[in-house]
């Protein structure tokens, strides 16, 4: 047992031994990062543009190593995919983004990731889009469950900036306000074009009524945005106690004009006589 034991120490110390031998000397060290010491990439121009950089990767390893390039989160193109750097040497690497022409005016974010020997270096690219700012929002597909009373409608982001929505709701019965909810903000963030399906909760809605339900979103910058829908609301007890009602005032109506009948008959009988 002990012998095993010392055996297979002895062999994850050759296997470590030997994974630091095969990794060039000073590998680990290698560094990416923006051209003239930067801390992120920074890049600005209107939309339908190329804007270019550099990425400069630095080896002072006393061998040659091999960089894979990449983008994330943006349209990024490289000179060359993969690099070799000499040792101890600097290397700028050209690149370029694209921005397409819909991309929308503002702040973007994306990355430039090297990779090497089995490590990789992450470099922020932070892209501003010149151009005019609009927001806009609309509220749209507003419909009610009469189960349930959630109230599900969607959100769109119709202009070219975040908006951080506010929502308030309004229904109106027939006899007047059945739910007056002033505006809250949403725990969201919407980004250019983006679109959020959402549904606003309604415990205590009417048993039996018809409603005219409002909703209302606002953010900074923008118009209001109004939809409406309607809805009826008809559950059971309430159809079984609205029958009744109804029951009872025919059958007291009834009971009256029988009343009235007997009354007029008994006149009668005694004017005769």
Avoid: C, I
């Amino acid at each position: 047992m002990r012998a095993a034991a010392r055996s297979g120490l002895v062999a994850a110390a050759t296997a470590l031994l030997g994974a630091v031998a095969a990794a060039p000397p000073g590998a680990q060290g290698w560094t990416a990062a923006p051209a003239a010491g930067r801390p992120y990439a920074y890049l600005e121009g209107p939309a339908g543009s190329v804007l270019q950089d550099s990425l400069s990767l630095t080896n002072p390893g006393t061998r040659p190593l091999t960089v894979r390039l990449s983008g994330q989160g943006a349209p990024v193109s490289f000179a060359a995919r993969t690099v070799t750097v000499p040792a101890r040497t600097r290397a700028d690497v050209p690149f370029a983004v694209t921005v397409t022409a819909d991309t929308p005016p503002g702040d973007h974010r994306g990355a430039v990731r090297a990779t090497a020997a089995g490590r990789e270096v992450r470099v922020d690219l932070r892209l501003r889009v010149s151009g005019p700012k609009l927001a806009a929002l609309t509220v749209e597909d507003v419909r009610v469950d009469t189960t349930t009373g959630d109230l599900r409608y969607t959100l769109v982001n119709r202009g070219t900036t975040a908006l951080a929505p506010h929502l308030a709701v309004h229904a109106e019965g027939v006899l007047g306000t059945v739910l007056d909810r002033p505006g809250r903000a949403l725990p969201l963030t919407l980004r250019p074009g983006e679109r959020a399906t959402r549904t606003e909760p309604w415990p205590d809605p009417p048993a039996l009524d018809s409603v005219t339900v409002r909703l209302t979103a606002t953010a900074p910058g923008a118009a209001p945005a109004t939809a409406r829908t309607e809805a009826s609301f008809a559950s059971g007890p309430a159809l079984t106690g609205a029958a009744g009602l109804l029951l009872a005032a025919a059958g007291g109506g009834y009971a009256v004009r029988r009343r009235g009948r007997a009354r007029t008959q008994r006149a009668s009988a005694g004017a005769n006589t």
